[in-house]
């Protein structure tokens, strides 16, 4: 579980601190969310990045609407301001709080956000919310993970780990959270929002690179030593059974490593649906 506390704090430095590798890991999913976005999003008015992270996906929606006002909201300060050095943009600022918070202009007339929706502790209150402050028919485009069985990376981390494999049904704020679709349509038709629809894209998760295989796999392995769902099982080890995890980590991530890049099979969900 990951919950919005852990991002104003420890989980949120992390992410601030490994930015160009969580970035680089999502590199392909971005390219096709943005596609998505575009598609839907107005010539002009308020948009708001949910969770925005360091700001590549607000960024390249500001550029591409230079008539809106673009703002991304995340809850690590520490993100926000990595956000803010990265970019600098008249029509796009960043904001350190709760998107279910004040600090945000109204009404909205997009709401975007690349996995950044599934941390709420009640996902329907949250949603109902969101859509009570857009303007009407304002689309909603966000990503995030189908699950484990789908996605090699997480399932190679978790065999390895000796975590189980799928999600269990309860919602439990985390990446898997929104794994379920019907689970989602629900909760989607709950809050009031209209024609949810969910598009599956496939993309290749990067978990590292190098000038070679053996550096690609030496930079996925302190990636995934600090980040995700086995960073936590690795940081809970003795030194004997950390090198021993590592080891199990490292022969699993090697079947992934080509041309120095460790690229392994994700998926994710695209929904849209309108306010
Ligand atoms: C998995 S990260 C994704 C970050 C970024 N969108 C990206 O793709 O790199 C999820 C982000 O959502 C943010 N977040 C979760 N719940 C939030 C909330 N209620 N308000 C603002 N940000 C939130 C977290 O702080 C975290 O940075």
């Known amino acids: 579980m990951t919950a919005a506390a852990d991002w104003t704090g420890k989980v949120g430095d992390t992410w601030a601190r490994e930015w160009q590798r969580t970035e680089q890991s999502f590199v392909d999913l971005e390219q096709a969310l ?16 949910l969770g925005c992270g360091v700001g590549t996906t607000a960024a390249g929606i500001a550029a591409a609407r230079p008539d809106a006002t673009v703002t991304g909201i995340d809850l690590s300060p520490a993100l926000v301001a990595t956000a803010q050095a990265r970019h600098t943009a008249a029509n796009l600022r960043f904001v350190a709080g709760d998107a279910l918070g004040g600090s945000v202009d109204q009404p909205l007339d997009l709401i975007f956000s690349r996995h950044g929706v599934m941390f709420f502790a009640d996902p329907v209150a949250a949603f109902t919310h969101l859509r009570a402050r857009c303007s009407a028919g304002a689309p909603l485009v966000f990503s995030c993970f189908r699950a484990r069985r789908h996605n090699a990376w997480a399932a190679e981390l978790g065999a390895a780990t000796g975590q189980p494999i799928d999600d269990d049904r309860a919602y439990t704020p985390g990446p898997f959270a929104f794994a379920d679709r019907d689970f989602v349509a629900d909760l989607l038709a709950r809050a009031g929002w209209q024609g949810a629809s969910a598009a599956t894209v496939d993309f290749d998760y990067v978990a590292g690179t190098g000038a070679d295989d053996a550096a690609a796999l030496a930079d996925a392995l302190a990636f995934f030593t600090r ?5 936590a099982a690795i940081r809970a080890c003795s030194d004997h059974a950390r090198a021993e995890l590592l080891e199990r980590i490292g022969t699993r991530l090697a079947r992934y490593a080509r041309h120095g890049r460790v690229a392994m099979p994700a998926s994710a969900w695209i929904w849209t649906a309108r306010a």
């Not at 980040?227 to 960073?231: T, V």
């Open 34 to 49: 943005a596609r998505a976005i575009l598609s839907v999003t107005p010539t002009s008015g308020q948009f708001l990045d």
């Open 227 to 231: 980040i995700g769902p086995a960073a």
